[in-house]
């Protein structure tokens, strides 16, 4: 075995910084393997005996494919610093269009009819008949149900004909009474003034035939005291006549028209209990609830039939403080069923003054029209009520290509 002891050749081409490896960190993936694998080839033909002509002909072509690397890993790292071109991506750009943005203050809420009345009746009787029943429509002023009033109705008769008799009584004083004693007192007047007048006429007479001596005195004096009379008796009558032309004939009357008028009180007190046995519709709507059948006791205390008026309902909701401060009567609302179906407008109607001591928030009453009964009294709905809507503006959202750095349109352009 022969030994060869020449030294290693020199690299000659390859940069002293690349057989360092001080520049591996700027090559490219491709141009480290190659490097190392040209560095590890030229240590191994150092290290291997081999015979000088063979291990110089390696050594070269090592240096010559190192030389290659170096110089394409240069002019790629040239090419990176050099400043890319434009890149085209796809952005979205559209016009502006201006709509509003609404505060919506959202909080559930109960439903209630618009008008409810709960009849109860003012007397205590049996039901005599039934004339609706549950689900029934009924107009305001119709007749629901009858109570057992025969009782009643001889009463009214009664107190009818008393209310008759004195009426009738009262156009008798009214009409012939007082006249009649106004007439006597006038002719009473009358009679005792010619009464008067002849007794005067008689004492004058007397007196005068005195004088002459053809009568005695006692028939002077008897002559003077039936003139006395008669003119006492005038004065009598005066003051009757007087008496029934300003007070008597008034008193009269008042008198008899009080009788007539308490006749005609107890007449209509009677009415109106037997108008109490009539149960009538207070309101139009649709009757919803009715306890009892014929037959039964209805009590004064107790309700008989009750009826909505559902042509429109009123959700009461409660909301914050804060949340009430940005609503006002007027606002536009909607009502969310329970079945998640479409949104029924409605209208903030009462917002109230006071706070509820229980929770202190805020009742508020929203109304919505309810057409085809759709909506039920006692029901759980979502109420939304819009208490200010702002102006803003949105796009469209149509694509299109542009390259960084173009204009897009109100000074904006697009960038990295």
Not at 173 to 201: C, F, G, N, S, W
């Amino acid at each position: 075995m022969v030994l060869y002891t020449n030294t290693p050749p020199k690299l000659g081409g390859v940069p002293s910084e690349a057989r360092r490896g001080g520049s591996h960190k700027n090559l490219p993936v491709f141009a480290h393997f190659f490097l190392d694998f040209a560095l590890s080839g030229s240590r191994f033909a150092v290290r291997e005996a081999t015979p000088p002509n063979l291990g110089g002909e390696f050594s070269r072509c090592v240096a010559i494919l190192m030389t290659a690397v170096v110089l394409f890993a240069c002019t790629a790292k040239k090419a990176a610093d050099q400043p890319e071109g434009e890149h085209v991506v796809t952005v979205d750009v559209a016009p502006v269009l201006s709509t509003s943005i609404s505060l919506k203050v959202t909080s559930d809420a109960l439903l209630y009819p618009l008008q409810q009345a709960a009849i109860v009746p003012k007397i205590s009787a049996p039901v005599k008949k039934f004339y609706v029943d549950r689900g029934s429509r009924v107009r305001a002023g119709q007749l629901l149900a009858e109570l057992e009033n025969q009782d009643l109705a001889g009463a009214v008769a009664e107190n009818k004909a008393a209310y008759e008799q004195a009426e009738a009584n009262y156009q008798t004083v009214l009409k012939a009474t007082v006249p009649e004693e106004a007439q006597k007192a006038e002719i009473d007047v009358r009679t005792a003034k010619e009464v008067m007048d002849q007794q005067q006429r008689l004492y004058q007479s007397r007196q005068a035939l005195y004088k002459e001596g053809a009568i005695s005195q006692k028939d002077v004096n008897d002559a003077q005291v039936a003139f006395a009379q008669a003119r006492n008796q005038y004065e009598i009558a005066q003051k009757h006549l007087a008496i029934v032309q300003s007070v008597g004939g008034e008193q009269s009357v008042k008198a008899v028209a009080a009788q007539r008028d308490a006749a005609k009180a107890r007449h209509e007190n009677t009415q109106v209990q037997l108008n109490y046995s009539r149960i009538t519709s207070p309101i139009d709507g649709v009757v919803t609830d009715r306890p009892l059948f014929a037959g039964e006791m209805a009590s004064s205390g107790s309700p008989i039939i009750t009826v909505m008026d559902v042509s429109q309902v009123i959700a009461r909701a409660h909301v914050s403080q804060e949340d009430a401060r940005h609503l006002k009567v007027g606002d536009a609302a909607n009502l969310v069923p329970t079945d998640a179906s479409a949104l029924i407008p409605a209208k903030v109607m009462v917002i109230s003054p006071a706070l509820d001591p229980l929770n202190t928030t805020v009742e508020i009453w929203v109304q919505a029209a309810n057409p085809n009964g759709r909506l039920k009294p006692g029901t759980s709905v979502r109420a939304e009520m819009i208490a200010d809507s702002q102006r803003a503006r949105h796009s469209t959202g149509r694509r299109a290509d542009k390259p960084f750095g173009e204009n897009l349109g109100d000074g904006h352009r697009l960038g990295k």
